[in-house]
């Protein structure tokens, strides 16, 4: 995670609950955002997997594009298949340079008239500069900065918002729509970044403390903090942007090709299609793979990782400790020829080698509703 | 046994007859939340107070723990390799982390009492 604890913090429409609720404040993508409540990151990560968390992502980006053409537009900056999506469905798509790396990880959703975003904190003021500046006539971006967007997640989650927002439960994975819950205009995709089933909850900013205290009033909803949020997508295998996948990475490389349209792959006419055919064709140079250190002590991100020679092969990009897991668990980058699951390596922790095992992510089951 | 002496890096001190325990404060405990894993000094290891000596990881972090004094590293507390929780359950008891020889005894003294350090930590919010 990249914290800062800059001067000038900005606050979500829910900074002063979070103070309510004990949130201890971090920095985090330039916003004051609490890392943990009293409960503690082990607490609010069990919680989560076991009944119902309620995270604030009000930090992330959050926008729409309207008119004629809207889908073809974004296909010219992605991979992803955003003409097939049908309406009321939600894609994960990654936003690609020419030159084939990852500009961004996001998600698009078919709103019937519109296509909305959401993107990450840290990267939207150049996403939606990007996407604005490559709009034809007809097209335009609308940003959201007077929503805010709230994660409810945990096997808990649908089942007590569903008495609020009839009609939810009948969701699958990925389905998306609008709903009115008690006045609130709320845009409720049946997602998130926990592995568990859950959702994400778009509602106007003005509104969003009186919702969320709503939420936190629903049987078994409890608040987590980034430092939840952060073990349980680990857990779970999924990337956090500027850490598991940069501009340098690509989508076979991160192992993401299945977020790229299969008809992408026959017209490979999205921005860095050369690199993406190359590596599907002759193997990357590196992989992104799951990673369990034997004993209890956590890798961290940018921990080297060695061969039995001692020869650097790769590097840790996340790792921590999985409280699901109740054992070490990291992904980062190796050489391919160790990429297979169950190749052995050594983990240079303070210049001490961890003994560790490529494995499969993810590292606890997802529970998607499918 | 005598009274617990305290560091501006929030370990606690505490001499016990030939040597003497160290370990972290409940405000640290805090500050760190669940710890999973203690990397100990091997015993024998000479320190110089101020140095980083132990390295306390929670479920989000790694941190380092300091010497609060000059000495010898003569025994490391075996239960937190199992029980790493012990560090945030029992801090000021069974989650100590090693115990030394200090080099030379004045040092402990001179570090801040118990009233002391509860102002340095009010003095921190």
Known sequence: ?370 | MSEMRFSKDHEWIRSDGDGATVGITDHAQNALGDVVFVDLPEVGRVVAAGEACAVVESVKAASDIYAPVSGKIIEVNAALTDDPGLVNREPSAGGWFFRMEPADAGEISALMDEGAYHSFVDSLA
Not at chain 1, 37 to 59: Q, T
Not at chain 1, 110 to 137: W, Y
């Open chain 1, 1 to 370: 995670m990249v914290e800062s604890q800059s001067e000038s913090l900005a606050e979500t429409p829910l900074a002063a609950l979070h103070r309510e609720l004990g949130g201890r404040m971090v920095g985090f993508a330039g916003y004051a955002l609490p890392v943990q409540y009293p409960a503690g990151i082990m607490a609010e990560h069990l919680h989560c997997r076991s009944a119902a968390a309620l995270f604030d992502v009000s930090h992330m980006g959050q926008a729409e594009l309207r008119g004629e053409g809207a889908a073809a537009a974004l296909e010219a900056l992605t991979p992803a298949d955003v003409a097939g999506l049908k309406p009321g469905r939600q894609r994960y798509g990654l936003l690609t340079s020419p030159s084939g790396g990852i500009l961004d990880d996001f998600m698009f959703a078919n709103l019937g008239d519109r296509i909305f975003l959401v993107v990450n904190a840290s990267r939207k003021e150049h996403d939606f500069g990007h996407i604005a500046a490559h709009l034809p006539q007809g097209v335009t971006l609308h940003r959201h900065e007077d929503r805010a967007l709230l994660a409810l997640q945990g096997p808990g989650a649908v089942p007590a918002l569903a008495a609020l927002a009839p009609g939810l439960a009948a969701f699958s994975f990925m389905g998306i729509g609008s709903f009115d819950i008690g006045g609130v205009n709320a845009i409720i995709s049946r997602s998130g970044y926990t592995g568990e089933d859950g959702v994400e909850i778009s509602v106007p900013a003005d509104q969003a403390e009186a919702f969320a205290r709503r939420l936190l009033a629903l049987p078994g909803v409890m608040p987590a903090g980034l430092g939840a949020r952060d073990s349980l997508r680990l857990e779970a295998g999924l990337c956090l942007y500027g850490s598991d996948i940069d501009e340098t990475t690509s989508a076979v490389e991160a192992g993401l090709v299945w977020s790229i349209g299969k008809r992408r792959r026959m017209e490979w006419n999205f921005p860095g299609a050369d690199r993406v055919r190359e590596e599907l064709a002759n193997g990357p140079k590196r992989l992104r793979v799951g990673i369990r250190p034997e004993g209890r002590q956590p890798a961290r991100g940018h921990t080297p990782i060695a061969d039995a020679d001692g020869a650097v092969i790769g590097e840790v990009t996340s790792g921590g400790f999985g409280p699901s897991v109740g054992a070490p668990v990291a992904m980062g980058y190796v050489a391919r020829p160790f990429a297979e699951d169950g190749s052995a390596l050594d983990l240079m922790v303070r210049g001490k080698a961890v003994p560790a095992r490529v494995a499969p992510m993810p590292f606890t089951p997802h529970r998607y509703a499918r």
